[in-house]
């Protein structure tokens, strides 16, 4: 049973940090509060809950005080956790952050996996670094009649603010888009300009099918090299399997049935 | 021979790929180098997959022959002259604006390019300098490239391709100088040596070079890497470590591949393996090589003399911590990383991840499972605390036969491997490790 002061925010980094801030700022005792985000989880009963309007100068503030007093690692560390898609992360994000800020002498309290709640942020940030790896493999454009670079994904975790960086400073000048089925988010590169996420997106289906004349040309040419690569008496689709989970096929333009070989 | 002149790309990319696919190295690790604001590519150190073919193995670079032509007879190849096989060739053109379009939509990291060789040495070496000089100067490419330094090509020829390329290879092709000499009669091993010691010597040029002047333009940035091929001719495990660890040492490549030989060519010379590729002999150098590499073993450590080969039953690691239980039990809240790094189910992520986190308090067992130790394999060999996980005897066959209880992550492919229904109970599970850990 939980009779602690819940702060509740919007499932957003700025959200998390900003019930962080407001719950540090309550004095109502660290031990007495605690940070969750909104969804579909079931409310407790005992518990007390704030609704926190996200902030985005108390968001700031906070994620500086965490670069400054505890360092990128751990900063990395708790940005990634608090992407993830597990109920719990507001709690282990607040544990991890008050227990770094009490360490006066030591940096990197996310190496203190000794720590349960350390742990589980470490966990939770584990596997968001985990998933947004996978993407950086398969994301797969496709070129579409107008120029534009379009991919689709359906992540369990919201990936698209770790993916943002590595896409736009390996394709500077191209116009490019990865849109999130899952969290309707959608992260757009204009070419030569900054990348943004924009949110509660639906897309209109007929324009990202509209693919540009080169387009079966090059998608066709992609499916012949993978299936010439392998070495047939090595087969081992069950491997392939492992290290590609067929979850991510139904984007990837070397699994997509419409393109003949 | 056939040479097909009119062919179109999807013809001739299928051709050269399938000829090109039994080079096993597929990495795009040991440069990072960021965009430049304009121009399309950047590279991570630790490299990245994109794809994973029927086989199982990763997909990181467009790997392709310029030509399957080929003047030499090596009896392995499948490329050899006397073989009866369509002969074709791209232009520089074809292979950039393939590197390019599949780069733009997150297929690949970059170029892998090799070739057979077509009229000579310096003639092949030309064509693949000026494919990489197109790519990296007309169309401004900023990926990976790796590119295999033609034996016998003009040193001036292969020093100037190191300076479009991020990594150079020159594949061994086989363990030892007789062996070469029995299959690839075109081949001598000074001839595969000349080029990887000028590749080294230009590199470690290139490092004072860099040092000095801040654009001096790099040499071969992510270093170089070789192959061997494994059980086409007789020799033992122990020297084919032997001679990995002397390349790494006298040559400081960065990465040694091993690939079990397929048989493709009907040959008199070559083994018929009835049991198809040695995937599990395979399997084991690797994890020997990685002990090497990260562990800080050396191959008379692992293998001498006496005991040539390796165990099949079990794995590099624990084989050795079995034959040197004096060493053990070691504690994990004391051991420093060299000793922790030799602990069978630690490896060095939760090695180094132990020795941080205990600056803030002693760890327990639960601790470390939750850090990535493998307690079913390693609680034979630690104490925490002082205490040890269960109380067991410290005795060789009492723990080998436990740990042969513990199934170990053998790679699917080897699971497939026919010599592993003898001793059912290794069975696979889950991720191997070799194949998709770029270093
Ligand atoms: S040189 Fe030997 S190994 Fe290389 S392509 Fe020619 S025949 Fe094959």
Redesign the pocket.
């Known amino acids: 049973m939980d009779n602690r002061t819940i702060f509740f925010c919007e499932d957003s980094i700025d959200g998390i940090f900003t019930a962080v801030y407001d719950a540090w700022a309550s004095r109502l005792g660290l031990g007495n509060v605690t940070v969750e985000v909104r969804g579909n989880q079931t409310l407790q009963l005992f518990a007390e809950y704030r609704q926190v309007e996200t902030d985005h100068e108390k968001a700031a503030k906070v994620a500086a005080t965490i670069q400054k007093r505890l360092g990128l690692e751990d900063y990395q560390v708790l940005y990634q956790a608090a992407l993830s898609k597990e109920a719990d992360k507001g709690e282990a994000v607040f544990r991890t952050l008050v227990l770094g800020l009490a360490e006066v002498k030591k940096k990197n309290i996310t190496r203190n996996l000794g720590n349960p709640a350390v742990m589980r942020a470490f966990e939770l940030s584990r596997t968001v670094g985990f998933e947004a790896h996978r993407y950086q493999m398969f994301v797969r454009f496709r070129e579409l009649e107008n120029g534009v670079l379009f991919s689709e994904i359906a992540a369990e975790n919201q990936v698209l603010p770790m993916i943002g960086e590595h896409f736009s400073d390996r394709f500077p000048m191209e116009n490019f888009m990865i849109y999130d089925r899952q969290h309707r988010d959608c992260l757009v590169h204009p070419g030569g300009k900054a990348w943004v996420i924009l949110q509660d997106m639906d897309l209109e289906e007929t324009m990202i099918r509209n693919y540009s004349k080169e387009e079966e040309k090059f998608a066709a040419l992609w499916k012949g090299f993978v299936s010439s690569i392998a070495i047939e008496e090595r087969a081992n689709p069950r491997c392939q399997m492992n290290f590609m989970p067929k979850k991510y096929w139904k984007y990837m333009t070397e699994h997509d049935k419409r393109i003949s070989v | 021979m056939h040479i097909q002149q009119e062919m179109d790309l999807y013809q001739k990319l299928n051709i050269l790929t399938d ?1 090109a696919k039994y080079d096993v190295a597929c990495t795009s690790s040991g440069v990072d180098r960021k965009g430049d604001g304009r121009h399309m590519g950047n590279c991570q150190a630790p490299g990245i997959c994109h794809s994973f073919s029927s086989d199982g193995r990763c997909i990181s670079l467009l790997k392709i ?1 310029f030509t ?1 032509e ?5 009896r ?6 006397s073989n009866d096989v369509v002969r074709t060739s791209f232009t520089p053109e074809e292979v950039c604006q393939l590197t390019m379009e599949f780069y733009r939509r997150n297929f690949i990291e970059g170029l892998f390019l ?4 077509l009229h000579s040495p310096n003639y092949t070496m030309d064509l693949i300098y000026q494919t990489l000089y197109k790519l990296r100067n007309e169309y401004h490419f900023r990926g990976y490239i790796h590119v295999k330094a033609i034996p016998g090509a003009d040193p001036v020829l292969i020093e100037q391709t190191g300076f479009l390329a991020d990594r150079m290879s020159v ?1 061994l ?1 086989l363990p030892t100088a007789e062996g070469l000499k029995k299959l ?1 009669p ?2 001598t091993r000074q001839k595969i040596l000349m080029p990887m010691r000028q590749v080294q010597a230009k590199m470690q040029e290139n490092q004072y070079e860099v040092a000095l002047y801040h654009h001096a333009p790099q040499f071969v940035p992510a270093g170089q890497s070789t192959q061997m091929i494994i059980g086409a001719t007789p020799e033992s495990d122990y020297q084919i470590i032997s001679v990995a660890e002397s390349l790494y040492q006298k040559f400081e490549l960065k990465r040694v591949f091993y690939s079990a030989f397929v048989s493709v060519n009907q040959d008199a010379l070559l083994p018929s393996l009835p049991g198809g590729p040695p995937l599990l002999r395979e399997h084991r150098l690797y994890q020997a090589d990685w002990l090497m590499r990260f562990y800080g073993f050396a191959a008379g450590e692992l293998l001498n003399e006496k005991r040539q080969n390796f165990n099949m039953l079990l794995d590099p690691k624990c084989d050795w911590a079995l034959g040197h239980l004096e060493q053990f039990p070691v504690e994990v809240n004391r051991a420093d990383l060299g000793e922790l790094l030799r602990v069978p189910g630690i490896g060095p992520k939760s090695a180094r991840r132990i020795v941080q986190a205990r600056r803030f308090g002693a760890l327990d067992y639960a601790a470390l499972k939750k850090m990535g130790v493998v307690l079913k394999r390693a609680l034979y060999f630690i104490t925490c605390s002082g205490r040890m996980m269960y109380p067991v005897k410290l005795e060789e066959g009492y723990i080998l036969r436990n740990l042969l209880n513990v199934k170990e992550k053998l790679p699917f492919e080897v699971q497939n491997y026919q010599q592993l229904s003898l001793f059912e109970d290794i069975g696979a599970v889950k991720m191997p490790g070799q194949l998709t850990i770029n270093a």
């Open positions: 000829a022959l399957n080929c003047i030499f007879d090596c392995y190849c499948i490329n050899r002259s090799s070739s057979g060789i594949n092709e690839a075109n081949k």
